[in-house]
């Protein structure tokens, strides 16, 4: 970065920078924007994973963590605080653009505005604070051990003793939030999810795994099912699954398609079909661990739509409008959105 400045510094900003995802705002949190307030009048907040599906990795939306985020400070600091949500790409560039463009809206009417950058480097997971060498970075003290994903379980575990542990890490009026929507029905759904994704590391581990991903066109629609179970259960999903042990890549799309749709086209027809294949293998991509997926795009050439029924691990399966699917991110499972967009996006959703 073009210059690293030390909290305490006597620097102003026309504008402070902090990046996070919240999942939930934490004490730990509050003493970092708490400092940040200090550097400049106004004090974007960048809310990462906003705009997709809710899972028990990211239970918020962008408008309750801002509204957490908000109540947790006066009024009159309340109002220095502007939230920018920010989508995940997967992609390092796409997403510091995002970033910047966010930032360059806020800050409209300012030619050439100072902005700083706050945080401290954590680990791997900060990063991202080395994508933006225009901003100054202003290194900030981290406030004790606290960590959003042990806060998360003790949200989702039942017992008093873990409610209590809980309310000691985060601010009163985020305890009030919490309070309130453990009575929301998206809840119990978070809290099924996560104790089947953390049964499913006990008894299979943190990967990494290999799945397969199958992108179905005909006539501009696209073939998604159905998640039957969690994670994921209701949400609309790319058919696909685990690789197996001797499957090739392509043949193991083919089979989970048909598992999971009945769609019934002829092995070799898709394999004629198939346009093109990509590897996601972003880290953060799957709550369930390290997944690494294969994807493959079949564009089918066909004179009606095949018929298909959800099968195996999945509910449903129908074909989607695929300009419909803009108005649908918040329905996929995991980077299913982003994996869309890859294949069928020029860019198509953003």
Not at 93 to 113: I, L, T
Not at 171 to 191: C, G, I, K, N, Y
Not at 199 to 218: E, R, S
Not at 233 to 247: M, Q, T, V
Request: proline residues 5%.
């Amino acid at each position: 970065m073009d210059k690293n400045i030390e909290h305490g510094a006597s620097a102003h900003f026309d504008a402070a920078i902090l990046i996070g995802r919240f999942q939930p705002f934490h004490n730990g949190h509050a003493a970092l924007l708490e400092q940040t307030l200090k550097l400049a009048d106004r004090v974007l907040v960048v809310l990462g994973s906003s705009f997709r599906a809710r899972n028990a990795r990211n239970p918020f939306t962008w408008e309750e963590r801002a509204a957490m985020i908000a109540a947790s400070f006066n009024e009159a600091d309340a109002r220095r605080i502007v939230f920018i949500p920010v989508r995940d790409y997967y992609d390092d560039a796409r997403w510091a653009a995002a970033v910047e463009e966010g930032v360059r809206v806020a800050m409209q009417g300012y030619a050439a505005p100072r902005l700083a950058l706050a945080g401290f480097h954590k680990d791997a997971s900060s990063d991202y604070l080395r994508l933006f060498p225009q901003w100054s970075f202003v290194a900030s003290t981290r406030l004790g051990d606290i960590d959003a994903t042990p806060i998360r379980g003790l949200y989702f575990n039942d017992g008093e003793a873990a409610w209590a542990a809980l309310r000691a890490q985060v601010p009163s009026a985020v305890v009030r939030h919490l309070e309130d929507w453990r009575t929301q029905p998206a809840f119990a759904a978070m809290r099924e999810e996560y104790e089947t994704v953390e049964a499913d590391k006990q008894k299979w581990g943190h990967g990494p795994f290999i799945t397969l991903d199958a992108v179905v066109t005909v006539a501009g629609h696209v073939l998604l099912v159905r998640r039957k179970y969690p994670p994921g259960k209701d949400l609309w999903a790319i058919p696909g699954g685990f690789l197996e042990g001797r499957e090739r890549l392509l043949r193991g799309a083919i089979r989970e398609l048909k598992e999971e749709t009945g769609l019934a086209v002829a092995d070799m027809e898709l394999v004629q079909a198939c346009r093109a294949a990509a590897v996601f293998d972003h880290p953060d991509r799957s709550q369930r661990g390290r997944v690494i997926t294969h994807a493959h795009w079949f564009d089918l050439t066909l004179p009606a739509f095949p018929s298909v029924s959800g099968a195996d691990d999945a509910s449903d399966a129908r074909w989607f409008p695929i300009d419909e699917l803009p108005g649908m991110e918040t329905e996929l499972f995991e980077d299913h959105f982003v994996i869309l967009d890859r294949f069928l996006g020029n860019p198509l959703f953003f």
